[in-house]
């Protein structure tokens, strides 16, 4: 069993910082990337950020620059340093992962529930 939960969402004013935390635990062999993507009302989630095991990371356009893609290998966790948020920020943030139940499985992408972002004019 694995699990991926979220922390860290809330109500900011514009300009503000927020730092989204996602730990997965259970059983896991290992973690391939990992990833931050969101969903804003009327509209289709969206990569945000994505950062390998080896720590390459890639974001979209929109929050180049302002926000960071981070993770701790020992701790099976990645975060989200997102800063100069923007009400068109606001969203419904998922974490993913990639993950290897054991050593013969196939890797399968494991999301957690969602953490909400507010961000107000």
């Known amino acids: 069993q694995v699990q991926v939960v979220e922390s860290g969402g809330g109500l900011v004013q514009a300009g503000g910082s927020l730092r989204l935390s996602c730990a997965a635990s259970?059983?896991?062999?290992?973690?391939?990337?990992m990833g931050w993507y969101r969903q804003a009302p009327g509209k289709q989630r969206e990569l945000v950020a994505a950062i390998t095991s080896g720590g390459s990371t890639n974001y979209v356009d929109s929050v180049k620059g302002r926000f960071t893609i981070s993770r701790d290998n020992a701790k099976n966790t990645v975060y989200l340093q997102m800063n100069s948020l923007k009400p068109e920020d606001t969203a419904v943030y998922y974490c993913?992962?990639?993950?290897?139940?054991?050593?013969?499985?196939?890797?399968?992408?494991?999301w957690g529930q969602g953490t909400q972002v507010a961000v107000s004019s």
């Open positions: 993913n992962a990639d993950i290897r139940v054991g050593v013969r499985e196939g890797l399968y992408r494991y």
């Open positions: 259970g059983s896991i062999f290992s973690i391939n990337a």
